[in-house]
């Protein structure tokens, strides 16, 4: 059995078929970068360019990304908690089950991204732009939302919207 497994790798690599990299946590931040189940704890990553890597069920705990891009990104089941998110942009990203607890996002941008079941208690999303983002099933208790762009895309929530957009 275990011969035959081999084989088929072996065949695949001769036919040119490409086989799927491990993730590498150690490579620098770059578009398409796999981080998958990586732990990034702490980490300074100010500005960086993340479009469309593949971020499944990894940790930023008290991570500084002010200002970097996740445009496209695949995030599922991520770990933002207390991270310092200002002005980040997740546009069209995948962010279903993720955990921005007390996390900094004022100014960032959420346009058409998908939020289902993700978890915002006690973040600060002051002046984010949450336009077309999916929010079914999001948990926004305690969350600031004043000044938000909501998901229709014209209401701004008024000052002291807090756990909703009033």
């Not at 978890?119 to 983002?133: I, K």
């Not at 909501?150 to 957009?165: F, N, P, Q, Y």
Request: net charge neutral; hydrophobic share 45%.
């Amino acid at each position: 059995m275990r011969q035959a497994i081999l084989a088929v790798g072996v065949l695949f690599l001769a036919l040119g078929h490409p086989v799927a990299a491990a993730a590498e946590c150690t490579d620098p931040p770059r578009p398409d970068v796999d981080w998958s189940r990586c732990i990034h704890d702490r980490r300074e990553m100010r500005q960086a360019d993340l479009t469309g890597a593949l971020l499944r069920d990894t940790s930023f705990l008290r991570a500084q990304l002010d200002g970097t891009v996740f445009t496209r990104a695949d995030a599922y089941n991520v770990s933002f908690v207390s991270a310092s998110l200002v002005k980040a942009v997740f546009d069209d990203s995948r962010l279903q089950r993720a955990d921005f607890t007390r996390a900094d996002l004022r100014g960032a941008s959420f346009l058409q991204a998908d939020l289902r079941r993700a978890r915002f208690f006690r973040a600060n999303l002051r002046g984010a732009d949450l336009s077309g983002a999916q929010l079914a099933g999001a948990d926004l208790l305690n969350a600031d939302l004043t000044g938000a762009t909501w998901v229709d895309g014209k209401t701004i929530c008024r000052d002291e919207s807090i756990g909703s957009c009033r």
